[in-house]
């Protein structure tokens, strides 16, 4: 539409704020923006100042009235609003906008979205109530996106969803998972294909052997228990008990072994005893997690858990629970990850991080290359450095910690003079 990139949302004519409600916190980080942005909008008439995503519910009257300045509101992939907004304040011409989304320089390894939206109602998450019901993204779309990322230099995608293995059960004809793996592994060019947030009633034994028998789907799943205790649970909604998740997790490790695993908890839900977080940290002993995201409870307005299950428990007590996962969680994740030393991996590298290129396994560990400990600063020599993004470089680990890796380049891969140029810088 003409319009260009303005880095200072001050200064710009079209201010679009994306928002996340999955936490209060970052509603409320949200709100605060829309404070800063009010004294920009009143001074400058002709603005645009439009709030998209999970923030703007089925309705916006309340919001409306809490922040007159805002012009649109936009529900998640609602972008036909904001481009109307748009052309009645700078003219131009929105059609053909919309099919054009894909960055113009995206990075290595991008973000797929493929069904939006939840059917679960998990009675803490107010997902549902804002993003609506599970709507899956046509097959042809998606494919075709991730051979425009394809062609813009990315080598590997996450698809997303917030129940990612439900992709499809709405699409006519019925398609799943497993069939957009196959799909996208087509893809020439894509290397590695990674999917997010898995839930355990729905990730089938369909998708667990896609992830066995196609080589670019990479061998890396998160699946969130969230507690351990039937009861909690059940309270909990999530639909399926201990030994089922358990079952899941046993199921995915037959399959595929070297599968990594990682995992969301919550910490202090109503009613939660210590016997009943006891079972969620037995869990995390006996599952042995790569990674863990644990976060304490803390109420949704809106949600079933607000309206029936009061939050009695202590923030004193919800910290000593989260303290309590770390301190277990810490030596598991330094032991499973000693294991990678000495050994040898291909780390595909997306980026630099202070003077050194960092890339991730296909098991999703996060991989240094050169060591931080070495006695001297590692030069951001960037501009060479970066002839070695995007590519897979076999790297033989060195080090190890609770939360990444590092290592030494072990052997040239396809691409010989980058590899060369990466190993100059390091
Ligand atoms: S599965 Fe549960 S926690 Fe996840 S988005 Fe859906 S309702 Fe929320």
Redesign the pocket.
Known sequence: MGLEQCDAPEQADVVVLNTCVVRQTAEDTATGMLGKLKPGTSANPGRVLAVMGCMVGPTHQELSRRFPQVHVWARPQQFEPILKAVERSFGGDADGCLANLVPAAPGVASFVPIVHG?D???SF?I??YRRGRETSRAVDDIVHEIELLVARGVKEVTLLG??VDSFGHDLRPRADLADLLARVHDIAGLERIRFL?S?PNDMSSRIIRAVRDLPKVCESVNLPFQAGDDKVLADMRRGYTRSQYLEKVAEIREVVPSTTLTTDLIVGFPGETSEQFDRSLDILESVRFDKVHAAMYSERPGTAASRTLPDELSPAEKKRRLALVNELQEPIQARLNSAYGGREFDVLLEGITRGRPQGRTRGDKLVYVGSASDGHEHRADTQSARLGIGETVKIRITETTPWSLAGEIATLTRNASATRQLEAVI
Do not use: A, E, S
Request: aromatic letters at 10%; hydrophobic letters at 20%.
């Open positions: 939840c679960k109602f998990c998450c997902i549902p917030q129940n947030t839930h």
